[in-house]
């Protein structure tokens, strides 16, 4: 049974910072891309940041310079460090791991982070 189990999320005042965990169960995790996507109340989910097996990183362009994904295969984790948080950054933020090759994606349940101007 696949689990991506996510945490560390909270509240947290403009211009704080966070850092959000995954953790992966029942998939070979150095084969799978790893991703952090966010959804807000109203909004679209959308893509915060990305990493490939080999450490190839993207971001989202409203994240570039504040957000820091990484991942420890060996712990089979994924690390997403929020940095300069801001209100538009409140979400709920779900870990995804998405394999080209199987066609298979999953996603965790998600871990709300909260803004404070």
């Known amino acids: 049974q696949v689990q991506l189990v996510e945490s560390g999320g909270g509240s947290v005042q403009s211009g704080g910072s966070l850092r959000l965990s995954c953790v992966a169960s029942?998939?070979?995790?150095?084969?799978?891309?790893m991703g952090w996507y966010r959804q807000a109340p109203g909004k679209q989910r959308e893509l915060v940041a990305s990493?490939?097996?080999?450490?190839?990183?993207n971001y989202g362009e409203s994240v570039t310079g504040r957000f820091t994904i990484s991942r420890d295969n060996a712990k089979k984790m994924v690390y997403l460090q929020l940095n300069s948080l801001r209100p538009e950054d409140t979400a709920v933020y779900y870990c995804?791991?998405?394999?080209?090759?199987?066609?298979?994606?999953?996603w965790g349940q998600g871990t709300q982070v909260t803004v404070s101007s």
């Open positions: 995804n791991a998405n394999s080209a090759f199987s066609g298979q994606d999953h």
């Open positions: 029942g998939i070979p995790f150095g084969f799978y891309r």
């Open positions: 990493i490939t097996r080999g450490g190839t990183t």
